[in-house]
């Protein structure tokens, strides 16, 4: 099994990431994900240029205006904010700090994560024990106060978000990683490389990595969520992302005090959150089996059968 | 069982060093306590009497010094914002939120170990495709959103139960059931799961053809077997339920740590920021420890 893997990987590398898409299309509920997620990024990527001026410009008028009401225009449909800003366009702008947080966070504790994972699995029992006593430490404590410890001391920024919580997100990467790690270097095609000379680097790199980084990439896709969610509850609780920048998370906090006269406030942002949040389940759920090798012929066998 | 558990708490203690010594020196940058307890008006002079009088004047080190001395001594110092020792402050708020936690941990895991394990008795029907929906958005939803929207519903709308504050067995509807969703998605996944390979095993063959009923089949025979994973993620959930009770005691107004610790550390406070993270590390390490037996107790091949 171990000696296949290393010889069908540069040949199937063409054909694999179609197959990837039709796998994709065939499990409805995880290509919906898919599909919602990209409108989601795209929002976070574009809307800021295009609506960057609709969603700061207040109109008195429109205070609190209630939604599914197209007379003063689409961006009020969904409502009209405390100081009269369409809500719908302030939903798609608040897309990029949310995103940025999140993407931010995940990608530099992975980064660090799958670092520190692959040293700790490749290296001897000192290093090893030094890094997890390390996590430990960091695993030991509600990760939500830890941050709120942290930013109350650094000051609320998006920088010191993403720095908060990629280090509450790191354990998670590198036990997953060295665990992996652990098991992959006594494979055959491992010690072969060895045995041919190859140096550490390159055979973390070149033979290793390449194992582990499918499990990582599914569990990042989840801790994003995770991410996300923590970063809306520091943004709720203020000592999160600070006006005049916003997230889903300020947005719920911002429509607080209008509970009783304007629920849209609160509820929108939540909603997409939620959306957000569960696109991101589904499709690490799909990606959980898509990426197995050893479980991928259910995803296949459900498609010839359609065939 | 027992080097297992010596090995736990030197871990333990060098983490909650750690933490301590971070914790310590980070609350310190945060500003002059000085400045946002006395008036605006306060001369420099009384600020500097205020400083001398809680010890705030000394180096840095040496502050650290006498509380690292004064802890050893049981002595956590005293709070500045209401002049009273710290850990009983600590220690009233937790009086709140052990039965807040107990009460929701309680819950979830009876609902999650019950439903969770009919929907892998009947995997792939209804039930099972209901229960992944209904723990999918569990999982997926913000807390405090939840809390603001049910407010909304159940306190404003229809006026069932109380907003905020606690007094009376219905002011802690809301706060439980907000505080239930999260883990509960989490763990009845895993019981799920757990169950369904479980249930695979050769031995539930034999209950089966020797004709044992379907219930006593899954919760006398099944579960058992199938509850090591599930106390595993029980422990780490009780851990980030500490999470969520700081957002849903600040909603719901409920006097408990998660509300002391941000009220204390937006006032600095840091006596009894210090002395609520001790405390919180300390009753995590016995919740470890606790679950560690539970595995001893479950699973005979782990005892020795």
Known sequence: ?307 | MTKLIGQRVIASLLSLLGLMILVFFLSRLTGDPAVLFLPIDATEEMKSQFRTLHGLDLPLFEQFGRYVWDLAHLDFGESLRKARPAIDIVLEAYAWTLPLAGITMGLVVVAAVILGSLAAFNVGGFFDRLVSIVSLIGASAPDFWIAIVAIVLFSINLGWLPTSGVGTPWHWILPVSVLFIRPFGLIVQVVRGSMLSALSAAYVKTARAKGVKNLPLIFVHTLRNAMLPVITVIGDQAAALLNGAVIVETIFGFPGIGKLMIDSILQRDFNVVLAAIMVTAIAIFIMNVLIDLAYGLLDPRIRH
């Open chain 1, 1 to 307: 099994m171990t000696d296949q893997s290393l010889s069908k990987t540069p040949a199937i590398a063409e054909p694999r990431s179609t197959s990837m898409l039709s796998m994709l299309w065939r499990d409805k509920l995880a290509f919906c994900s898919a599909v919602v997620l990209l409108l989601i990024v795209l929002c976070a990527l574009l809307g800021p240029a295009l609506l960057g001026d609709l969603a700061t410009s207040q109109n008195l008028r429109g205070r609190n205006s209630p939604p599914f009401d197209l007379a003063r225009g689409w961006a009020f449909f969904l409502g009209g904010d405390s100081l009269g800003r369409p809500m719908l366009a302030r939903l798609i702008v608040a897309a990029r700090s949310t995103m940025m947080v999140a993407a931010g966070a995940v990608v530099a504790a992975l980064a660090v994560g799958a670092l520190l994972g692959l040293v700790a699995g490749y290296m001897g029992k000192t290093t090893s024990q030094v890094i997890m006593r390390l996590a430990d430490v960091i695993m030991s404590f509600p990760s939500l106060l830890i941050a709120v410890v942290v930013l109350y001391v650094l000051g609320p920024s998006i920088p010191n978000m993403i720095l908060v919580l990629a280090i509450t997100r790191i354990p998670i990467y590198l036990r997953t990683t060295r665990a992996e790690v652990l098991e992959v270097r006594e494979r055959m095609f491992v010690q072969a490389a060895v045995v041919m000379g190859a140096s550490h680097w390159r055979i973390i790199a070149r033979h290793i990595l390449p194992v582990v980084a499918p499990t990582l990439v599914t569990i990042a896709t989840l801790d994003f969520a995770f991410v996300m969610l923590a970063e809306s509850s520091l943004s709720f609780l203020g000592i999160g992302i600070q006006p005049p920048d916003i997230t889903w998370g300020l947005m719920v906090s911002q429509g607080r005090p209008y509970l009783t006269t304007a629920w849209w406030l609160a509820l929108w942002p939540g909603v997409c959150i939620v959306i957000t949040t569960l696109a991101l389940n589904l499709l690490s759920n799909w990606m959980r089996i898509a990426l197995d090798p050893a479980q991928r012929w259910r995803l296949e066998a459900r498609s010839t059968k359609d065939e």
